[in-house]
Every structure is written in C-alpha cells, then in structure tokens.
C-alpha cells in the first residue's frame, strides 16, 4: 500500500471510530432522557427535575445513568469528592451503591436524574433491577411537582448537609430516614447542652 493510501485508510478509520463513539453519546443522551420529567431550576437546590405529566404510583420514571467503578475507584472518588466539597462547600454525592463489588458513578452530562433532590418527604425512590439503577414514583405526582428521593446519608455527618426540602415533614438535615430517631436524639443531647 502506498503511502497516501495508508494516510487515507488511518483517516477513514479514525473518522469510523468517532461516527460510532457519537452514535453511543446520543444513545446514551436519548437512555437519560424521560418524557415523564424534565430538568429545571429548583426551589429545593440549583437545578432539580420535575414531572412533564402526571405519575401514577410505582411508575418507572427515569433511569439513573453513570460510569460502573469498583469499590476502590469509588472510595477514591467519594474522598476525592468530600475534599472538594471541604474547599468550595459544593457537596454533590453522585456515587450509587449497586453491589458489594460495584457502584454507579452518575456524574456524566447524560444522567438527568442525577439532578433530582432529596427531601425529606419524597415521592420517588430509587431501585436497582439487575445492574442497572431506575427511578420509581412512590405515589401518584402531579405535572409540575419537583422529584424527590431520599439521598440516604449516613447520620454521622449530618451537621455537613442542612436540609432545604422545605416539606412539612422535614428534619433539617439530609439524613436518611431510618436514621431519624438517633438524629433527633443528638439534636435534643446538643441542645441540652447549650441550655446548660
Ligand atoms: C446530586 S446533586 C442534585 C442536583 C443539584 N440540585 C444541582 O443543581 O446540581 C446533590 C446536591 O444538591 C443539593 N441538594 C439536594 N437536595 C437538597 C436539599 N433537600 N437541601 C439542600 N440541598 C440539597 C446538595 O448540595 C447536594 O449535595
Ligand atoms: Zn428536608
């Protein structure tokens, strides 16, 4: 093969492999995209995502889409994330547990569920089926209302993430709800010490 002929062949293959890489972009664009939600600013934090239409109770809603690390990537991540979170106090979390082997970083553009909120009077949930993450409704949600689900935050570092749900129901904190009762009871123990 001549040496312009291997030029053109290099160039016809590099431009393969970029049609087929935007191929799987869009594919994955069109995956995080829902006609039951879409992305708007929020009332809760930054950016959140509504419902485009009215939800019947346990309806898939959305997926949760993200790049699968093992548990070694993900712990370095999660320190990597809370120092950043230390320096700018920007503390997004983006890390989904799926299995004592994997998790689901959806830190990437194509994952708009990763801009739901937390509150703590959520309507959705999350729910692993095989290895893939996907938002359900808890109840019924009307067109209009913010998404929501419980981020599960460990009470320990409760102090670092106020709550601004602004529900009826809400703790004050970003904590998960099976973790309440002690949370309330370190509040109560804090302000028993500021009263004395
Ligand atoms: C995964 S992001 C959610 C999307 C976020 N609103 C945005 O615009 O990037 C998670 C971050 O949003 C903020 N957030 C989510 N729910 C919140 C809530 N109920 N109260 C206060 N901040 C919240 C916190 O900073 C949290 O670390
Ligand atoms: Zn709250």
């Known amino acids: 093969m001549s040496k312009k002929s291997k030029k053109k062949e290099k160039r016809y293959n590099h431009l393969k492999e970029m049609a087929k890489l935007t191929r799987l972009m869009k594919e994955m664009y069109e995956r995080g995209q829902s ?76 994952n708009d569920a990763r801009l739901i909120n937390h509150s703590c009077d959520p309507n959705c949930e999350a729910w692993i089926e095989e290895d893939e993450i996907f938002i359900y409704s808890l109840r019924e949600i009307k067109k209009g209302e913010e998404l929501t689900f419980d981020y599960g935050f460990d009470v320990d570092c409760y102090e670092d993430h106020p709550c601004r749900c602004g529900s009826d129901k809400c703790i004050g904190y970003i904590v998960s709800q099976e973790q309440w009762s002690e949370l309330k009871e370190r509040i109560s123990k804090l302000e028993e010490k500021v009263e004395n």
């Open 35 to 110: 006609e039951l939600c879409e992305v708007r600013n929020s009332e809760i934090h930054g950016r959140g995502v509504y419902a485009a239409a009215d939800i019947p109770k346990e309806t898939k809603v959305i997926e949760y889409l993200g790049e699968y690390i093992d548990k070694d990537e993900s712990e370095e991540r999660a320190w990597a994330q809370a120092a950043k979170a230390e320096e700018s106090g920007d503390a997004a979390v983006y890390i989904f547990t799926l299995d004592d082997k994997w998790d689901i970083d959806g830190n990437v553009p194509w």
